[in-house]
């Protein structure tokens, strides 16, 4: 991290220096730094993949590659130095002098490991100068507990049962066990990388820092173009700016704007982890989106429910691929859940009680957007006491679901098969 910020200080000086001359070795020092960016993710993300692919193909190499440990934040911190970079070049934003406030927006914490992927520009200004009241810490602290209670209560509870349908044979699994684990881990994804969001974008109001949103309720789409404008909205706007807009991005046909849609969703995938099932997944999804952009899939044209079970089938069936550990693994896996399977519903079974139905309702519940519906309806109510007594009652709502959430983390720290949430 050190290195990655020293070398985006500096590379970001050069890049200003040069442009205020009007001369092109901007551009080398750009095209330098983001290189030397990637490959600092390259080697310690991709390396050991690269080098178990290449021995999978026959090559032999004398390289031990499991000594390679992956630094935390990597992916998120490298994107946001390239992106800082690129936009000083684009003359978006101002070059940073201050080695300690780029040092800052790099090395940020709140959403340094999970995401979402902050811009240079939004932040710029509340690096230099920024202000903290009550409403804005009041407005922090909430919107962390409730990332907090998506992430403790809803999936790692989800989790538990996904982890303990995958960790079976695939062979061994019935179809109901496959579609309850594969549910399972689609709200359990969504839970953990929404929680995350939510606890940095509060931790960040705390702090004095007002950071984008980074989901809009995915599993509501209408499309898997919709899914994409929803799901991990930093992640999906970084990729469109500095990679498919461009490579081109729609303004060179049609031919070209469906092979940058491939690159981008190719990289998309490896970017969320070095396994051939990640780049699958991405590719998956590029499918989809290029059917649609065709015409071939017009979605507009169904009924709504419809849109919404084609958007939840297709995602869900590309999360087998997200979570199984190869591709033989995922397409056994869609091959139990389409009902070619000789398991039974043991494994299944086992988890189906009071409490897990409780939780899959709360999920299904907050995958929607039911709360701003109903703080859109309590203000239009108007009488100040109702508006009052529902602001309080949210209060308390919060004080114990940070109750809850704490309890729920301490058994798991002390119960080891609770743990196995984790």
């Not at 020092?29 to 600092?40: D, E, G, H, K, P």
């Not at 684990?181 to 974008?201: L, P, W």
């Not at 709504?304 to 397409?331: C, K, N, S």
């Not at 109702?386 to 301490?410: D, H, K, P």
């Amino acid at each position: 991290m050190l290195s990655s910020i020293s070398v985006n200080y500096i590379s970001g000086i050069g890049i200003s220096y040069f442009l205020e001359r009007k001369h092109s070795y901007s551009k080398i020092i750009l095209a330098l730094a983001v290189t030397v960016n990637l490959s600092l993710l390259f080697y310690y993300k991709y390396a050991n993949f690269i080098v178990a692919t290449l021995k999978e193909m026959g090559f032999y190499l004398e390289y031990d590659h499991k000594n390679i440990l992956l630094p935390i934040g990597i992916s998120f911190f490298t994107f946001q130095g390239i992106s800082y970079l690129v936009d000083v070049h684009r003359k978006e934003t101002p070059v940073q002098h201050n080695l300690f406030h780029l040092g800052l927006y790099i090395s940020f914490f709140p959403q340094l490991i999970a995401g979402p992927i902050v811009r240079y520009h939004d932040i710029a200004q509340e690096i230099k100068e920024r202000s903290i009241d009550v409403s804005l810490f009041t407005a922090g602290v909430i919107r962390f507990i409730r990332g907090l209670a998506k992430k403790v209560i809803i999936a790692n509870s989800a989790a538990l049962i996904a982890d303990q349908v995958f960790s079976v044979t695939v062979t061994e699994i019935s179809t109901l066990t496959a579609w309850m684990g594969i549910i399972c881990y689609t709200i359990q994804i969504y839970f953990d990388f929404s929680g995350y969001s939510d606890m940095a974008i509060g931790l960040g109001k705390m702090l004095g820092f007002n950071f984008k949103e980074n989901f809009n309720y995915p599993y509501i789409s209408k499309s898997i173009q919709d899914f994409w404008r929803r799901w991990h909205i930093s992640l999906s706007t970084w990729f469109r700016d500095y990679l498919y807009i461009p490579l081109g991005g729609n303004r060179k046909g049609l031919g070209r704007t469906y092979a940058n849609l491939i690159i981008v969703f190719f990289v998309t995938g490896l970017w969320h982890g070095a396994s051939w099932n990640f780049v699958f997944w991405g590719l998956f999804h590029g499918a989809f989106l290029i059917l649609e952009r065709s015409g071939i899939l017009d979605t507009k044209k169904w009924p709504i429910m419809f849109q919404h079970i084609y958007v939840l089938g297709t995602v869900v069936v590309g999360w087998v691929f997200f979570r199984a550990e190869t591709m033989t693994d995922a397409f056994a896996y869609l091959n139990n859940m389409i009902g070619r399977s000789g398991g039974d519903d043991t494994t299944a079974l086992i988890y189906v009680n009071p409490y897990v139905l409780f939780i899959m309702l709360l999920a299904i519940i907050f995958s929607m957007p039911v709360r701003q519906r109903m703080n859109e309806a309590i203000l239009k109510v108007k009488s100040t006491w109702v508006r009052t007594g529902f602001r309080t009652g949210i209060y308390f709502f919060y004080i114990a679901l940070l109750v809850l959430s704490i309890i729920e983390l301490a058994q798991s720290s002390y119960n080891p098969f609770i743990y196995y949430r984790f």
